[in-house]
């Protein structure tokens, strides 16, 4: 077990147990076997704990120890395995300002927001719990007499998720559910910037009764255990959410073996507002898109264009929100953002803000990191439509925006990018939602909202944003095979 630098200043814990210090590998808490993975807390920028840094053996075992519980776990009822995945989504919840806790130390976001997501995750469990028993089969009308055409669900098997830190919990909880209740094992990689969640994720379902060896946990460096996971026969599926240049390569390291995939990668959001738009539904949708987890989200509004009939009235009532938000430490109850996860992460808002300003965007609130890890959330007008935050994802608490004039011109701009995650659109009339919406070339539209994530629909990309579905019935298919059984002589 490991202390927290300083207990009782910063994220005190009822629960101490779920400060974790180790990886788990088929049901054991296993040490370091390399120099750990020291944890910053991204606000004071101290390492406040030591993780398990485990490597390519340790990875091994717990692929192992996966196969071992396949057959076991796949041949318990879809009752059975929804009744462990309830407790665990119990035990979550229980345990909700702990766990909550651990992510606003790791990650940085708000202690609210870390809430949040400890419910969004959980809401994942707490789905796939009920849709285990949904995974229907089919009887085909045969081709012949005399002939039974029959389609089952089975289990892809011993599955592999890799997750980024910026849902450190969510994400998991969104790949862990439907795998689990398909009736896979699975072996997760977390991020080395926010290892602790997922450790305390995992103890909380090994209390719920998960069984040995159906979920493991390996903390370390990520390329030996991205090969071992890769590479191994056994692992019949790679879930990976994370950036596109990541998913890409992982994609031709599971090549040779031909897994499935499930690839969430990389976003670049367009949020267009008409001028026919309600203006501050139009700023509403804007801060939640824009500024969720301090802007370090998949589906974050990245770039925002505005019609311009509506123009001055949204950028000045937008300026007015923005400029009453507060970055600090996301313990306290002050801030409306928290500190950037990394300093590459903190220099990347700050290199965009910077290009668009050099080609000719004003500032109107916000402006330069304040320092520390802190970046001050910024409304720059007047952007160019070749700026650079218009071609990269800039993760951060920037918002820049660029006037369009037509219809038409919104939808090329917002589709002139090669990703294709999420897009919001904001009007007041029905025959232009409809018509933009069909035409953004991405997996999700939010119109008229920015708050769009749910266990209950499915999310993913197109384009280089990635292949397949979390979320819903179609989230639990990508754990299952189908399997046509043809009976003859009926
Ligand atoms: P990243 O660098 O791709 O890392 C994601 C995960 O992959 C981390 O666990 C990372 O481990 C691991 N990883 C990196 N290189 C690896 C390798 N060679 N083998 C195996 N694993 C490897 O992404 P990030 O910067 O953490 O996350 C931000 C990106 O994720 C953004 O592009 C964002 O849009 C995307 N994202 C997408 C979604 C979605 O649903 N589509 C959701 C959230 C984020 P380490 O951290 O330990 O290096």
Aim: proline letters at 6%.
């Amino acid at each position: 077990m490991v202390e927290l630098t300083k207990p009782r200043e910063r994220g005190r814990m009822a629960e101490p147990d779920l400060l974790v210090s180790k990886a788990f590998i088929g049901g054991e808490w296993v040490g370091t076997v390399a120099a750990p993975i020291e944890v910053d807390d991204p606000f004071t920028q101290d390492v406040f704990a030591e993780v398990a840094s485990v490597g390519r053996e340790q990875t091994q075992a717990a692929v192992d120890a996966a196969e071992r519980a396949l057959p076991g776990w796949a041949s318990k009822t879809a009752t059975e395995r929804g009744r462990v995945l309830r407790r665990w989504r119990d035990n979550l919840i229980e345990h909700k300002d702990d766990l909550a806790a651990l992510i606003t130390r790791e990650n940085g976001k708000t202690f609210a927001e870390a809430r949040g997501e400890v419910d969004y995750g959980a809401g994942y469990i707490e789905f796939y719990a009920e849709e285990a028993h949904r995974a229907r089969g089919e009887t085909i009308p045969p081709p012949a007499p005399g002939r039974r055409l029959v389609v089952e669900r089975e289990p892809v098997g011993v599955c592999a998720a890799i997750t980024p830190w910026n849902f450190p919990l969510a994400l998991l909880a969104r790949k862990v559910g439907p795998a689990l209740a398909a009736g896979c094992t699975m072996v997760a990689k977390p991020s080395e910037l926010t290892p602790l969640t997922a450790l305390a994720f995992a103890r909380l379902g090994e209390q719920a009764g998960v069984p040995k060896g159906v979920f493991s946990v390996v903390t370390g460096e990520a390329r030996p255990i991205g090969d071992v996971l890769t590479a191994s026969p056994v692992v019949r599926k790679l879930s990976f959410t994370g950036s596109t240049a990541v998913g890409a390569a992982l994609a031709a390291a599971c090549a040779p073996t031909v897994k499935r995939l499930s690839l969430e990668l990389g976003g670049n959001a367009p949020l267009i507002v008409f001028d026919d738009a309600d203006v501050d539904t139009a700023v509403e949708t804007a801060l939640v898109a824009k500024f969720r987890n301090g802007g370090q989200s998949c589906i974050a509004a990245n770039r925002i264009y505005v019609q311009r009939g509506v123009l001055d009235r949204f950028v000045s009532a937008f300026a007015a929100r923005i400029g009453a938000m507060t970055a600090g430490d996301g313990f306290d109850p002050a801030s409306d953002i928290g500190p950037m996860i990394d300093d590459r992460t903190l220099l990347k808002v700050d290199r965009h803000r910077e290009d668009a300003l050099a080609r000719g965007a004003r500032c109107i609130v916000g402006g330069a990191s304040p320092g520390g890890r802190l970046s001050i959330p910024t409304l720059l007008a007047d952007a160019p439509a070749d700026a650079l935050f218009t071609r990269e994802e800039t993760f951060g608490p920037l918002a820049a925006v660029v006037a369009f004039s037509s219809v038409e011109e919104a939808i090329r701009l917002a589709n002139d990018t090669p990703y294709g995650l999420a897009a919001y659109l904001c009007s007041s009339d029905p025959a232009t939602i409809d018509r933009v919406s069909r035409r953004l070339e991405t997996g999700t539209v939010g119109i008229n909202t920015g708050a769009v994530a749910t266990p209950l629909a499915p999310v993913g990309g197109v384009k280089l944003s990635g292949l397949g579905r979390e979320g819903s019935a179609h989230g639990l298919a990508e754990y299952q095979n189908l399997k046509y059984l043809c009976h003859a002589g009926l």
